[in-house]
């Protein structure tokens, strides 16, 4: 059994990650989790000039979430990591739904996606399952008709699609698998794999 002091106190996130708790720095719950949601802050800033600023304000907003989620392990990181991770997909799939299908989404939507998630937060596969469904309904609506794609936009459609699948993948492994993954560090891939999933994404959409 692992043995560690808690800095931040004891643990109450409803989910568990497999990395080892404070091994490289006693303020750090997760240290390899907690630095790869860096890479979420970069993106954000990449987009920071563009007409997708307030995206990109969500996206730090998100890493700034992962961070404290992995640093702390408590629930008010949690919280903020998983919010943002809604608010995020609401207004990715707003943005692709304007340009691919010409139609505007109500931002009204937004809210009874937030307030049940905090009716259900204690219980993490209820995020689980809206969060796949958003993605899911977003890769739907970014396949569509590729005849309407110039080449780069068929490309970096097609990468996003491939390293968020892949991304998944590690995020599963090491859901399922801790005990033969656990020296790779696979959630620390998965933020990694998700933020250029968004850079390709994103990039796809101002081009």
Known sequence: ????????GSPDVSVKFCEDKYIVSEYIAEYYNTMSALSY??????????????????IILLGLGTALLHGTLRFYGQWLDEVSMLILSFYIIKEV????????????????????????????CYFFIV???????????????YRKCNNHEYFLIKAYSIVLAFSGI???????????????????????????????GLTAIII
């Not at 802050?41 to 969500?58: A, C, D, M, P, Q």
């Open 1 to 8: 059994m692992q043995l560690y002091i808690m800095f931040w």
């Open 41 to 58: 802050i970069i993106v954000g800033l990449l987009f920071s000039r563009t007409r997708l600023k307030n995206l990109s304000k969500i």
């Open 97 to 124: 739904r304007l340009i691919r299908l010409n139609k505007r989404t109500n931002n009204l939507y937004l809210f009874p996606l937030i307030f049940n998630y905090f009716l259900f937060s204690h219980y993490f």
């Open 131 to 145: 969060f796949v469904s958003l993605q899911i309904y977003t890769y739907k609506i970014t396949q569509k008709d």
């Open 170 to 200: 590690c995020w599963l492994l090491d859901q399922l698998f801790c005990e033969y993954v656990r020296d790779y560090q696979l959630h620390a891939v998965w933020h990694v794999g998700t933020a250029l999933s968004l850079l390709l």
